[in-house]
Structures are given as structure tokens and as C-alpha cells.
């Protein structure tokens, strides 16, 4: 699950961390956050005719322009944490739409806003999660085993994982991920609760079948 810093005072309370963090990050996600926050849409008039693409190479963004915009941002966090400012509630659409266009450089379908909501979770709710209608026992939970087709595996055990942790188990629960990517073979996702210990086998690591 996806949790959103909403501790400003915590966000802020290194200054040299927190310039790090700005000086580094891109931009694009950078002016997502300032305009959350503030509803400030001229950002978006000022900075999206430099963006031409999702990627991070595909901006040409001015150097005064960045730091004005970080120079910003840094202002509203620090404000937020000395008054105690709540994470504001989700863009309005009208406005997401414009922040997300903004972000990759081209129009975005209104069809992609209901999932684009679902996955921001800014209320920490995710919509996916399984809610048992009647839970199991805690011997049936500790006794599941999970089997995993496709390259989505890891993804689907930190589910698994997930779930182990709301459910209160502490036994171990093993998810075996059999994947088909070109890309990314799960080849086996080891889940428990408290921790992670998800593994992925990339096609070509020399380890070969017996990484697992």
C-alpha cells in the first residue's frame, strides 16, 4: 500500500536533507506537489511548454525557472509545518487533468482520471484491498500458500504481504512467482509479516536457476 507523508514538521526538520531532496528530485513531480498544495495553476501555464514527454530527458525547463519553482515549494512545506497545515484533499478534476497534462507533456484521456485517483490513495485507502466478508480462522491464514503467474508476482506477494500484516499473523506465508516477462522473471517472493523479503531474478543475473 502506498502511505502519503503527512507530517510536515517531520518533512522539514532537516533543512539541508530537505534542499538535497528539491535539488534533486525532477521537476515534473516537483511542480505536481507545489500545486497541490497551493491550487497555483500559473506554475503549470509557466512550466508544461517545456515539457515535452513523461521522462526526465524530455524537459527543457529553464534553470531560473527550477529554482524559483523549488525556492517555492520549500516556502509552502515549511509553512505547512509551522501552522500544521493538512495535506490538502485530492485536485479537483479540472485541475488534475491540467496537472497531469502538464506533467507528461501532452493531453491525458478523461478515461485515465478514475484510475490515476484510485492510485494517488491521498486518504491512504486503497480500493483494491480485500475486505473478508468472514475471516478465516487464524490456522487457515497461517496454512495459505500463494502461487503467482506472471511477471506482476512481487507486486502481487507485497499484496500478500499486506495482507499478512492487517490479518495479525506473524507466521510466515511463501508466495512462489512464476514470471514470463522479457524483462523481469519473479522467479520467488518470500512474505512476512512485519518485513519484506521479496526477491526478483532479473533474466540475466548470472545466478541463474539456483538464485531462488
Not at 126 to 133: G, L, M, N, S, Y
Request: hydrophobic share 40%; net charge negative.
Amino acid at each position: 500500500m502506498n502511505h502519503i507523508t503527512r507530517d510536515f514538521r517531520a518533512l522539514t526538520a532537516d533543512a539541508e536533507l530537505l534542499d538535497l531532496a528539491l535539488q534533486g528530485a525532477d521537476i515534473a513531480p516537483l511542480l505536481m506537489v507545489l500545486v497541490h498544495l497551493t491550487g497555483e495553476e500559473h506554475w503549470l501555464d509557466e512550466v508544461a511548454p517545456y515539457i515535452n514527454g513523461p521522462w526526465n530527458f524530455q524537459e527543457t525547463v529553464p534553470e531560473d525557472l527550477k529554482q524559483r519553482l523549488r525556492a517555492r515549494l520549500k516556502a509552502v512545506l515549511l509553512d505547512f509545518a509551522a501552522r500544521g497545515t493538512e495535506l490538502p484533499p485530492q485536485p479537483p478534476p479540472g485541475l488534475l487533468r491540467k496537472m497531469l497534462a502538464a506533467g507528461v507533456g501532452g493531453p491525458v484521456p478523461e478515461e485515465y482520471l478514475p484510475m490515476i485517483r484510485e492510485e494517488m490513495m491521498l486518504d491512504d485507502e486503497d480500493p483494491k484491498t480485500v475486505h473478508w466478508r468472514t475471516r478465516p480462522s487464524d490456522e487457515t491464514l497461517a496454512a495459505f500458500r500463494v502461487v503467482i503467474i506472471g511477471a506482476g508476482g512481487v507486486a502481487t506477494a507485497s499484496a500478500c504481504e499486506d495482507e499478512g500484516r492487517a490479518s495479525g499473523r506473524h507466521r510466515a506465508r511463501r508466495a512462489v512467482a512464476v514470471g514470463t516477462s522479457g524483462r523481469f522473471a519473479a522467479e520467488d517472493a518470500v512474505v512476512r509479516c512485519g518485513r519484506t523479503g521479496s526477491r526478483g531474478i532479473h533474466p540475466d543475473d548470472p545466478r541463474g536457476d539456483d538464485a531462488g
